[in-house]
């Protein structure tokens, strides 16, 4: 994502600033006693609606604060952290969907065999910044090459499909019509297509399994999270419903040797206000992942404080000097509000998982909720610097490099900005997404299978 000229130098001003006036409690906290104190005190907080919590030193292991870890929860799309890491351990991470269109033998026919592409699109702008498959483009391509065959006007055509999307075939029957044609559609068998097919005229390729991950994680998109770990499903020999998404984390879980106590998932997205979830099952699976190359998509995809995603609003007010510091997946539904994933703070990188999910309904205790567990991060963070050495002596061989986890604060000149490159825009990408309506987002939308609709 690229960042405005006024917003860079914003977040430029706010890190410098930041680092010369780090209060004492942020670069000296240390203490285990002091930021149990700290965590204890505003977990008390009304705001929180006594939250489950847990901070733990990634580097040693220690717990240093938690507070019903044990206690399930309703983790909204925490949840999608779940979702991520499935995908990437079932699926291939470079693997790239194809969906193509071929005239029939017969007359009138086109034969479309996809692949349940997740994220295929039916806008055309998402599809240029995004690298996604076009939709529309196939239906056009089938028209023309029909067009061509039949050498006459087109009026009635059938459509023989594999391998879509109800929301695909819906947009398809209402793009036809739109141009006067009645389509007849019907589904097939892979040996339909090897045995009818004249000749393929179009075909279309999906972004790869790390790109839909990492997009599904910075824009919290709904539907993209829930057809992953559907897929994932699928590709495992489970059901492609409620029961199998719930088969192929538990999988996950036990092959990451995670214990899935207290958990409970309807759908991959969190939508459901009956998925469970415990922080210390988040908190495990956040510990197991970092550093681990095959799962490097979640760490990379996760919204950046300030920076990027569903937390590029955020902290710049609430808390300054966390900005570019905090990795975190957020989770909001009507009541409820959670936060996961990775803290700067100096020398070390800790793992936090906080799920307030008794707060009272309405988007003013939900903004709250946040501000408080902004704020609270913000008295633990802090960024690396490396310590100023005297001329007399002499830095040793392994201390010009950091500890694993952390990075040296970049020049002034640039700022720690995330990963993902998706839009040339400021904002987050809204639209259609495979014909569903509403498939981004933390809250309001509930994901059925591939149908999204208002809650």
Do not use: C
Not at 245 to 260: E, P
Not at 286 to 303: C, Q, T
Not at 431 to 447: C, E, F, Q, T
């Amino acid at each position: 994502m690229k960042l405005s000229p006024f917003r860079s130098i914003a977040l430029l001003v706010i890190a410098l600033v930041g680092i010369g006036t780090l209060p004492a409690s942020a670069a000296n906290l240390t203490s285990t006693a002091e930021i149990s104190r700290i965590f204890t005190k505003i977990s008390l907080s009304p705001h929180l609606a006594n939250p489950s919590m847990i901070l733990i030193d990634r580097g040693t292991g220690e717990v240093l604060f938690q507070k019903g870890t044990g206690s399930p929860r309703r983790p909204a799309s925490v949840l999608k952290l779940l979702s991520a890491t499935t995908a990437l351990e079932f699926l291939d991470p470079e693997s790239r969907y194809v969906t193509q269109v071929s005239l029939a033998t017969a007359p009138q026919t086109v034969i479309i065999q996809g692949d349940l592409d997740p994220w295929m699109t039916t806008s055309y702008k998402l599809a240029r910044t995004q690298g996604r498959a076009l939709l529309p483009y196939l239906a056009t391509k089938a028209l023309y090459g029909l067009g061509a065959k039949e050498n006459g006007p087109l009026t009635e055509i059938s459509v023989r499909y594999i391998g879509l999307f109800t929301a695909d075939v819906n947009y398809l029957r209402e793009f036809f019509k739109s141009k006067g044609i009645s389509a007849h559609f019907s589904t097939i068998g892979p040996n339909y297509v090897a045995a009818n097919t004249e000749r393929v005229i179009a075909s279309v390729t999906s972004s790869t399994i790390t790109e839909m991950v990492k997009f599904a994680l910075t824009w919290s998109d709904n539907l993209l999270a829930d057809r992953l770990v559907r897929a994932a499903a699928r590709a495992t020999g489970f059901t492609n419903d409620d029961v199998g998404i719930s088969n192929v984390i538990k999988k996950m879980l036990t092959t990451l040797q995670i214990s899935d106590a207290g958990l409970f998932v309807l759908d991959g997205s969190g939508l459901s206000k009956s998925d469970r979830v415990t922080v210390r099952l988040i908190a495990d699976l956040l510990l197991k992942i970092r550093g681990d190359e095959k799962f490097a998509a979640v760490y990379e995809g996760l919204p950046v404080s300030g920076i990027t995603g569903t937390l590029e609003d955020r902290f710049l007010t609430t808390a300054p000097q966390a900005v570019g510091l905090v990795r975190a997946k957020t989770g909001t539904l009507n009541g409820t509000v959670s936060l996961a994933g990775y803290v700067e703070s100096g020398a070390h990188e800790y793992v936090f998982v906080a799920i307030a999910d008794r707060i009272k309904k309405g988007e003013v205790a939900a903004k709250m909720a946040r501000a408080t567990l902004d704020k609270l991060l913000g008295r633990i963070t802090a960024p690396f610097i490396f310590p100023t050495q005297s001329s007399s002596s002499a830095p040793s061989s392994s201390s010009s490099e950091p500890p694993v986890g952390i990075t040296e604060i970049p020049p002034a000149t640039e700022l720690p900005v995330g990963t993902d490159t998706i839009s040339s825009s400021s904002e987050p990408p809204v639209g259609l997404v495979s014909g569903a309506i509403g498939a981004i987002g933390d809250k309001g939308v509930v994901v059925k299978e591939d149908v999204a609709t208002r809650a």
